[in-house]
Nanobody, 120 residues
Framework: QVQLVESGGGLVQAGGSLRLSCAVS????????MAWYRQAPGKQRELVAA???????NYADSLKGRFTISRDNAKDTVYLQMNSLKPEDTAVYYC??????????????WGQGTQVTVSS
C-alpha cells in the first residue's frame, strides 16, 4: 500500500510564502519522478512543477522564478517552496508520484491534496 501524505498548506497573505511537503511511504522499489499539480475552483488540474530521480526539474512557465521544487531522496519527500504568492495561486495542491513497483512496471499515485489560500 502506497501513501502520499501532503502538508504545509494554509492561508497566507499576498506576497507571502509557503512550503509544501509530500512524503511517500509504502512498498515500492524506487521513485521515478514526483510532481505538484494544482486545481482552482472551476478550473482543470494543472502541472505546477515536476522533478525526476536525477533532480531534473520542469515548471509551468507562469510560475518560474516564484516556485521551487526539490526532493530529499533519503526521506522520499518532495517539497514545493512557493514565494511571492498571489491570490490567483489559491487552489488545492496535489502531490503526484510515479513509482517503480516491480522491475518492469510503474504505477502513478496521487496525494489527498492540501488547500492553499492566498488573500489579497
Amino acid at each position: 500500500q502506497v501513501q502520499l501524505v501532503e502538508s504545509g498548506g494554509g492561508l497566507v497573505q499576498a506576497g507571502g510564502s509557503l512550503r509544501l511537503s509530500c512524503a511517500v511511504s509504502g512498498s515500492y522499489f524506487s521513485i521515478t519522478a514526483m510532481a505538484w499539480y494544482r486545481q482552482a475552483p472551476g478550473k482543470q488540474r494543472e502541472l505546477v512543477a515536476a522533478i525526476t530521480g536525477g533532480s531534473s526539474t520542469n515548471y509551468a512557465d507562469s510560475l518560474k522564478g516564484r516556485f521551487t521544487i526539490s526532493r530529499d531522496n533519503a526521506k522520499d519527500t518532495v517539497y514545493l517552496q512557493m514565494n511571492s504568492l498571489k491570490p490567483e495561486d489559491t487552489a488545492v495542491y496535489y502531490c503526484n508520484a510515479d513509482l517503480r513497483i516491480t522491475a518492469y512496471h510503474n504505477n502513478n499515485y496521487w496525494g489527498q491534496g492540501t488547500q492553499v489560500t492566498v488573500s489579497s
